[in-house]
């Protein structure tokens, strides 16, 4: 069972960083694209940034040029650093892994989320 273990939230102030690590539990070349998701009360939980096996990213429109998500495959952990954070960043953060299941049916795997708060 591949596990997801992220780190790196807390309270930062608004212009602050934080990097949050996305540990997996076996190689993440498994898995085809990682990425990550944020979520708030009572909203639907969207994508960040996400990183394909072959190194492409994509970025939500509003952390373009502010936040970066890499990866080191020699460690199984993906990175999401986020720069000149604002109180909107303020969430739940999860990290997501897919790979394709029988018949090519996409099978997603999530951590368990960390915290980021945004605030003064």
């Known amino acids: 069972q591949v596990q997801l273990v992220e780190s790196g939230g807390g309270l930062v102030q608004p212009g602050g960083s934080l990097r949050l690590s996305c540990a997996a539990s076996g190689s993440i070349l498994m898995f085809y694209a990682m990425g990550w998701y944020r979520q708030t009360p009572g909203k639907q939980r969207e994508l960040v940034a996400a990183?394909?096996?072959?190194?492409?990213?994509n970025y939500e429109d509003s952390v373009k040029d502010r936040f970066t998500i890499s990866r080191d495959n020699a460690k199984n952990t993906v990175y999401l650093q986020m720069n000149s954070l604002k109180p909107e960043d303020t969430a739940v953060y999860y990290c997501n892994a897919k790979n394709h299941g029988a018949y090519g049916i996409v099978v997603d795997y999530w951590g368990q989320g960390t915290q980021v708060t945004v605030s003064s």
């Open positions: 990183i394909t096996r072959a190194e492409s990213t």
